[in-house]
T-cell receptor, first 111, second 113 residues
Framework: SQQGEEDPQALSIQEGENATMNCSYKTSINNLQWYRQNSGRGLVHLIL?????REKHSGRLRVTLDTSKKSSSLLITASRAADTASYFCATDGTGANNLFFGTGTRLTVIP | EAEVAQSPRYKITEKSQAVAFWCDPISGHATLYWYRQILGQGPELLVQ????????DSQLPKDRFSAERLKGVDSTLKIQPAELGDSAMYLC???????????FGEGSWLTVV
């Protein structure tokens, strides 16, 4: 399976702290995407990193990709209560533009 | 900002009844996806369309599920008959093409009683 696996499954931090989530996957990819999902809502796209990229930034988000280790990390800096959500990594398969999701990391930011 | 539209947002149906979900992708997006997300899990692909053609429906339970995208724009996902285990959120998504960001709708919650 190409499914990504997020770690940890759940993370609880204080507002203002940084949150780091990790993702491991099994097969070669074209790109890896991170999504956020608020409870009961759809998925919101956060960032896409391609297989030839090592790091990408978007606002308070920093994503790294290590294709040799088949792993990625998502760092949220200066977290806010509004960042409370589930975060999923999703990998594609080379030659296919669909996504394989893990079970997500449930982030709780305490005000 | 353009969005993927889905309806209904919530649906409660009795076991063995038929249910249908509708999706209107972002204008100009050739690729459309239906995913199913069971509570506490990540989404899983049911079917992928490229324009009006099915690209991948290997995970679609074809004995009871069907999907169509007749004019290559909006799409309908049907379940007949519904079973208790079909209770989940059904997510529609679209993408401009290959190797691109995939955008999701708000999802349709199905509860089968």
């Amino acid at each position: 399976s190409q499914q990504g696996e997020e770690d940890p499954q759940a993370l609880s931090i204080q507002e203002g702290e940084n949150a780091t989530m990790n993702c491991s996957y099994k097969t070669s990819i074209n790109n890896l995407q991170w999504y956020r999902q608020n409870s009961g809502r759809g998925l919101v796209h956060l960032i896409l990193i391609r297989s030839n990229e090592r790091e990408k930034h978007s606002g308070r988000l920093r994503v790294t990709l290590d294709t040799s280790k088949k792993s990625s990390s998502l760092l949220i800096t200066a977290s806010r209560a509004a960042d409370t959500a589930s975060y999923f990594c999703a990998t594609d398969g080379t030659g296919a533009n669909n996504l394989f999701f893990g079970t997500g990391t449930r982030l709780t930011v305490i005000p | 900002e353009a969005e993927v539209a889905q309806s209904p947002r919530y649906k409660i149906t009795e076991k063995s009844q038929a249910v249908a979900f509708w999706c209107d992708p972002i204008s100009g997006h050739a690729t459309l996806y239906w995913y199913r997300q069971i509570l506490g899990q990540g989404p899983e692909l049911l079917v992928q369309f490229q324009d009006e053609s099915v690209v991948d429906d290997s995970q679609l339970p074809k004995d009871r599920f069907s999907a169509e995208r007749l004019k290559g724009v909006d799409s309908t996902l049907k379940i007949q008959p519904a079973e208790l285990g079909d209770s989940a959120m059904y997510l529609c998504a679209s993408s401009p093409g290959t190797d691109d960001t995939i955008y999701f709708g708000e999802g349709s919650w199905l509860t089968v009683v």
